[in-house]
């Protein structure tokens, strides 16, 4: 079983109208106004799943801002769930920030999606008042046990569209902030999984917390893997592909090349996500 815990999916309407949405939305702008971006519709990412040897895909739409815009996008991840449920396994995302989010939270869970997701910051950094925003929808994951999937970001190195101001100390302070919540960090968490090294108190703070592998080719070096490995543990690692951004092949390619044991692979690719979602 090979999950892919990071993909994208729009409405068909987005997708073939991305212009109209840029003006009024600066992250979406951001992100999506070069056509070289591209953005898909359910068909497309069934398709690719087809092509790449995906069995299931997590699903989640666009932190907009506005609550219309959110809650229809998270409608089309709700339809294209129980359209395929065997295939697609769906998160809510919207505007953290927005004083819809709490309610849209549980609007999207009491939907049948199964975590609360890609949440982002792509303005600012996750500062002070970012961890206020997000303390309501963290607080109602806690309750139900669901997952939450934030987007984060190495601090150093070149920028690129999507690339946040955030600082480890400010992802550091999140986990901390929010101790018995499960948390994906995505982008291999901005590299954060370094200090479990430390003797006191981090390998307790992540205890909840898992890392994606959204991006990696685009970011980092293939030994990556191993050295989280060895970091963190391979049960705390799980396969992302940021579709349509990238195709999971190029991903799978890398773990052949490392020469992973079956069940170090099998984990990463699959197993890991199976038991975070409780499927």
């Not at 092509?51 to 506005?66: A, L």
């Not at 396994?89 to 709490?102: E, M, Q, V, W």
């Not at 961890?131 to 046990?145: K, N």
Request: charged content about 25%; some cysteine.
């Amino acid at each position: 079983m090979i999950i892919d815990f990071h993909t994208h999916l729009f409405p068909e309407a987005i997708c073939s109208g991305r212009e109209s949405y840029c003006e009024s939305e600066p992250a979406f702008e951001l992100l999506y106004r070069s056509p070289k971006s591209r953005l898909v519709s359910t068909p497309e990412l069934l398709t690719a799943m087809d092509k790449n040897g995906i069995d299931q895909s997590v699903v989640f739409g666009f932190p907009w801002r506005d609550p219309e815009l959110f809650k229809m996008h998270n409608d089309c991840i709700i339809e294209a769930v129980q359209k395929h449920p065997g295939r697609l396994i769906g998160f809510g995302c919207f505007d953290p920030g927005s004083s819809a989010a709490a309610r849209e939270a549980e609007r999207c869970l009491d939907g049948g999606l199964a975590g609360i997701g890609e949440l982002a910051f792509y303005r600012s950094g996750i500062e002070d008042e970012s961890l206020a925003q997000l303390s309501p929808v963290m607080a109602i994951c806690r309750d139900r046990g669901r997952p939450v999937l934030i987007h984060t970001n190495e601090p150093v190195g070149r920028n690129y569209p999507g690339k946040t101001p955030n600082t480890l100390a400010q992802i550091y302070r999140l986990v901390e902030q929010f101790p018995e919540n499960t948390i994906v960090l995505a982008h291999w968490g901005g590299g954060l999984f370094f200090f479990n090294l430390l003797k006191k108190e981090v390998k307790d703070r992540l205890k909840n917390v898992y890392f994606d592998t959204a991006a990696s080719p685009f970011l980092y070096d293939p030994a990556i893997y191993r050295i989280a490995i060895e970091l963190v543990g391979v049960e705390k690692i799980l396969f992302g592909s940021d579709y349509p951004l990238i195709e999971p092949q190029r991903y799978l390619k890398e773990l052949d090349s490392l020469q992973l044991s079956m069940d170090q692979r099998a984990r990463i690719c699959g197993q890991n996500a199976e038991r975070l979602l409780k499927t």
